[in-house]
């Protein structure tokens, strides 16, 4: 446990090394004064001071140089949660921007991780996407998660490891690809050190009992290093280190036995430029051997973090193996500092603006994330495809025909490979040359290859079975897309055609029968937004034809003959406890259909039969086409209680057998499955599911759910 106490002396002093405007100095003093009044009196459960939590969150981004506002807003990131600060308050105070990063990491730290996979998938979710919007957020929360975990001591065995276990899964992964791996190194040490103790100082014990002799070879290496980049008039700083325990820890996690990691042993060269860079490895290189396919060229292949760096391992002093890092002062910013270098104050700059425009070039992460979460129907898909796509350790690094680097998962294929240059490379791609020879689409990409995407505008679109072998989930979403799409402009057309010679075969006229005011009539009755949703559902033939020329005949010539016999001045409301509201009528018996089963929030109709009462239709049905009289209103009575109603689907799929995970589906969206029977044709395979349900939404999403599946092609509803 760290028991030092920080002051905001401290604080002003380490900031003024690199920032030393008067205006900011006073802003973070002023941040200081609020926090402390607003925390006064309450204490952490280690007694101390609560002031010294968000003074040592501060102090830890004075390390990475972070900007006025990320040390006001760490200053006062418990003000909201923990007293009675407000946003409005603080953006008064202090500005918009740094209230908007108070607010973000308020809300990250609102949330709970409950027991289950569902809750726990939901939670990381708002946090990812919630960190997407501004990634001096995630800065904030990190170097908060960092304060807490050098003071866990005083927390719950469980709640250490819960943590831990959060840190390995969620934040370090993030930290590791904005590059910041000073605060990724020191958590993920304290989170092995909590989770899996034995482990860990077992590794640190190892270390210690090895360090003199590892010191001393350190030592010896950087003298003779030093000197042959002197000899040779190179200006240079050369720094000894050791692997960190956690990163010893994933190699024995491997099978590796301690004394087989031979870069335990690492110098860090630093030079001026980039040409040094390659110089300097020219001269380690000719004095010590290097180790076969070891070494890795960063600065001429960047990683999308923006890390630049030359790495290779040699047999140097004594026979030992020394991994030697090689970069220039401005990329050593980077490597561990990340995104947060290019916060260093500026004379006459925003670090803000700075940080949007390195964000637009480099961050590639935070679109991805988004993107992920607009694709994605449930938490659990998402937090998957986000650990799958995004925060990923297992990348490959390949070429465009121009030399541009792109990322991917391991296992990726050329398809990906287009659909992340662009979506229309995607769709219209008809082969793939890699290193120069033809290869399969299904190809597997490995680091280091050249892809060339052959594009044809007589494409008709990507092939439904490239589903079966794509990784990402930015193909899979695309195509899926691009099929969705092409379905609904066929049946829009369909649609229109219908519509058309159903007026021309009645003899009416296709301008005064489609006018605007009828349109809207039919919109509006059906709930629709606009004239092409109304195309595609006819199209689809979610929506008969006849039925809706009949809502144009209905309002043009109202058919109230029956309704009007049965009371002709009806003036007040009628109370029922039916579920179904009959317009004139206070008792009488209603049926629910049993050819359309209609469920609330259906539009409905009655008709009046003969010694049974009215039974309820929707207003689409096919039975109630051609019907002129005995119809009358009726609507969903909304004080009813609520109960559960019928409702038939179809579901076609391929010829796989995914019964059960259909039924899997619905156990999750609060529907009860009736009935199942099978229809079987030539290459699909077609469920008839009578389901019940409260209301319309909820069938509607669970059609929505369905469709997501790959194997099922279309999800439709009996209409009569």
């Not at 005064?512 to 005011?517: E, G, P």
């Not at 995914?658 to 099978?678: G, P, Q, R």
Request: proline fraction near 2%; charged fraction near 30%; charge should be neutral.
């Amino acid at each position: 446990m760290n028991n030092t106490l920080v002051t905001i002396d401290d604080l002003i002093k380490k900031v003024s090394i690199y920032d030393n405007n008067p205006e900011d100095l006073e802003l973070i003093n002023e941040a200081y004064l609020y926090a402390s009044k607003k925390h006064f009196g309450q204490k952490r459960i280690s007694g101390e001071d609560y002031i010294q939590h968000p003074l040592n969150v501060a102090l830890i981004l004075t390390d990475i140089s972070s900007d006025r506002a990320t040390i006001c807003a760490a200053l006062l990131h418990d003000t909201i949660e923990d007293s009675t600060g407000t946003k409005e308050e603080i953006g008064r105070l202090f500005g918009d921007d740094v209230a908007l990063l108070v607010d973000g990491v308020t809300k990250i730290n609102r949330l709970h991780f409950a027991s289950t996979t569902e809750q726990i998938a939901a939670n990381q979710r708002k946090i990812l996407v919630g960190l997407s919007e501004d990634p001096r957020v995630i800065i904030i929360k990190l170097a908060d998660r960092l304060h807490n975990m050098r003071t866990i001591d005083v927390m719950s065995n469980e709640k250490q490891k819960r943590k831990s276990r959060e840190n390995l899964e969620i934040l370090t992964p993030v930290a590791h690809r904005l590059g910041i791996y000073k605060i990724k190194s020191e958590l993920e040490d304290l989170s092995l050190r909590y989770l899996k103790p034995d482990v860990y100082f077992d590794i640190l014990e190892k270390l210690n009992n090895k360090r003199a002799e590892l010191d001393e070879s350190v030592g010896k290496m950087i003298t003779e290093v030093s000197d042959l980049l002197d000899k040779h008039s190179i200006k240079h700083e050369i720094k000894g280190r050791t692997k960190s325990v956690y990163s010893i820890y994933k190699k024995l996690a491997k099978g590796r036995s301690f004394n087989d990691i031979y870069d335990i042993l690492a110098l860090r060269v630093l030079v001026d430029t980039k040409q040094e860079c390659y110089l300097a490895l020219g001269l380690i290189h000719s004095k010590y051997k290097p180790v076969p396919k070891r070494f890795k060229d960063f600065i001429a292949m960047p990683k999308t973090n923006m890390y630049q760096s030359l790495h290779t391992t040699v047999f140097g002093i004594d026979g030992k193996l020394y991994e030697i890092q090689i970069r220039t002062y401005d990329m050593n910013e980077i490597a561990e500092y990340g995104i947060a270098s290019h916060w260093s104050y500026k004379e006459n700059s925003d670090g803000r603006e700075a940080l949007k425009d390195d964000m637009e070039q480099k961050l590639q992460i935070f679109r991805s994330i988004i993107e992920l979460n607009e694709t994605a129907d449930t938490p659990q898909e998402f937090i998957n495809n986000v650990k799958h796509d995004v925060l990923i350790n297992n990348s490959i690094y390949v070429y465009t025909p121009k030399g541009d680097v792109l990322e991917l998962p391991n296992g990726s294929t050329p398809v990906d490979f287009a659909y992340k240059v662009h979506s229309e490379v995607g769709n219209y791609m008809v082969s793939a040359i890699v290193n120069d020879n033809i290869v399969p689409l299904e190809y597997k990409l490995k680091t280091g290859d050249i892809i060339k995407v052959n594009t044809s505008k007589n494409s008709k679109g990507p092939n439904k079975g490239w589903l079966k072998f794509v990784k990402t989930s930015q193909a899979k979403n695309k195509i899926k897309a691009f099929y969705s799409k092409l379905e609904k402009d066929d049946n829009r057309q369909k649609g229109i055609e219908e519509l058309e010679n159903e007026v021309k075969k009645r003899g009416l006229s296709l301008s005064d029968t489609l006018s605007s005011k009828n349109i809207d009539i039919v919109l509006n009755e059906l709930g629709l937004k606009d004239i092409e949703e109304l195309y595609v559902g006819i199209g689809s033939s979610k929506y008969n034809v006849g039925n809706v020329l009949k809502i144009i005949v209905k309002e043009e010539e109202p058919k109230v003959k029956v309704q009007d016999k049965i009371n002709r001045n009806v003036a007040k409301p009628v109370i029922s406890k039916n579920d179904i509201l009959v317009e004139g009528i206070s008792e009488i018996k209603v049926n629910i259909s049993s050819c359309c089963k209609p469920v609330p929030g259906d539009n409905i109709i009655g008709y009046i039969t003969r010694g049974s009462g009215i039974t309820v239709h929707r207003t689409t049905c096919k039975n109630i086409i051609d019907i002129d009289e005995r119809l009358i209103n009726v609507k969903w009575n909304s004080n009813s209680d609520i109960k559960k109603y019928q409702s038939d689907i179809l579901i076609h799929t391929n010829s796989n057998d995914k019964l059960l995970e259909i039924i899997t589906k619905a156990t999750t969206n609060n529907i009860i499955i009736d009935s199942v029977s099978t229809v079987n044709k030539s290459d699909t395979k077609v469920y008839s599911m009578t389901v019940l349900v409260e209301n319309k939404d909820i069938l509607d999403k669970f059609m929505n759910d369905l469709k997501n599946f790959d194997f099922v092609q279309s999800v439709e509803r009996k209409v009569g």
